[in-house]
C-alpha cells in the first residue's frame, strides 16, 4: 500500500493568514492527490483534484501543487469557515490510503 | 447528487450488520462507488471499492473476508455487509462517489451511518 504522510499535524493560524499543508507519498503517484477538508460531525469534502485542480464551487484562496510524491495544499487569507481537518488522499491505485489529517484551529 | 448511508446501529462483537447507501441526482450505474470509515476521533480509513457494474470489487486487508461490497443499479443503491464485527470497526462508515474523471476522486458523500460494535 502506499503511505501518506502529512506534517504538520495540526498548526494554528489566525485569520487573514497563509497556511500550508504538506502532503508526501512513499512512491511515485504522478498527480493523483486529491485534498479534502473535513469538519467537525460531517463528510468530507472534496478541495482539490489531480493535485492542483480546484473542485467546482471551492474558494479560490485554496490551491494545490506539487507531483511525484510531494504536494502541498494552501490557504491563503484564511477565514474563520476554513478552520477544520484537512486530509490527503492517494488516488494512484486501492486502497486509495489518506494521510492522517492536519487540524488547523484559531490562534 | 445526493447520497443516504442507513442501516448503522449498535451490534455486538461477532455479530453481522448490512449498511446501505441510496443514491439520487445522477445515474449510479455509471459511477465506482467506495465505502470510508472513520473511528471516533481518528482519521479517513478507506474500506472497499466497487465499479460501476459490480464486477471488480476492492477491499482492504482489515476487513477482507468479513466485508462484501455490493450494489443493485436497478435500485440506485450500494451495499456494505459487515461480519464478525469486531470492536475496531466501530466507525462512522461513509459511502462515496467516485468521479469519472480520470483523477479518481470522490467527489461527493453520504452524511455517515454510526456502527457502535460493543456487548
Known amino acids: 500500500d502506499i503511505q501518506m504522510t502529512q506534517s504538520p499535524s495540526s498548526l494554528s493560524a489566525s485569520v487573514g493568514d497563509r497556511v500550508t499543508i504538506t502532503c508526501r507519498a512513499s512512491?511515485?503517484?504522478?498527480?493523483?492527490l486529491n485534498w479534502y477538508q473535513q469538519k467537525p460531525g460531517k463528510a468530507p469534502n472534496l478541495l482539490i483534484y489531480?493535485?492542483?485542480s480546484l473542485q467546482r464551487g471551492v474558494p479560490s484562496r485554496f490551491s494545490g501543487s506539487g507531483s511525484g510524491t510531494y504536494f502541498t495544499l494552501t490557504i491563503t487569507n484564511l477565514q474563520p469557515e476554513d478552520f477544520a481537518t484537512y486530509y490527503c488522499?492517494?488516488?494512484?491505485?486501492?486502497?486509495?490510503?489518506f494521510g492522517q489529517g492536519t487540524k488547523v484551529e484559531i490562534k | 447528487v445526493q447520497l443516504v448511508e442507513s442501516g448503522g446501529g449498535v451490534v455486538q462483537p461477532g455479530r453481522s450488520l448490512r449498511l446501505s447507501c441510496a443514491a439520487s441526482?445522477?445515474?449510479?450505474?455509471?459511477?465506482?462507488m467506495h465505502w470510508v470509515r472513520q473511528a471516533p476521533g481518528r482519521g479517513l480509513e478507506y474500506v472497499s471499492a466497487?465499479?460501476?457494474?459490480?464486477?471488480?470489487?476492492y477491499y482492504a486487508d482489515s476487513v477482507k473476508g468479513r466485508f462484501t461490497i455490493s450494489r443493485d443499479n436497478s435500485k440506485n443503491t450500494l451495499y456494505l455487509q459487515m461480519g464478525s464485527l469486531r470492536a475496531e470497526d466501530m466507525a462512522v462508515y461513509y459511502c462515496?462517489?467516485?468521479?469519472?474523471?480520470?483523477?479518481?476522486?470522490?467527489?461527493?458523500w453520504g452524511q455517515g451511518t454510526l456502527v457502535t460494535v460493543s456487548s
Open positions: 466497487i465499479n460501476y457494474n459490480g464486477g471488480s470489487t
Open positions: 489531480a493535485a492542483s
Open positions: 488522499q492517494q488516488s494512484y491505485n486501492v486502497p486509495r490510503t
Open positions: 441526482g445522477f445515474t449510479f450505474r455509471s459511477y465506482a
Open positions: 462515496a462517489r467516485e468521479t469519472r474523471e480520470e483523477d479518481g476522486s470522490n467527489d461527493y
Open positions: 512512491q511515485s503517484i504522478s498527480r493523483y
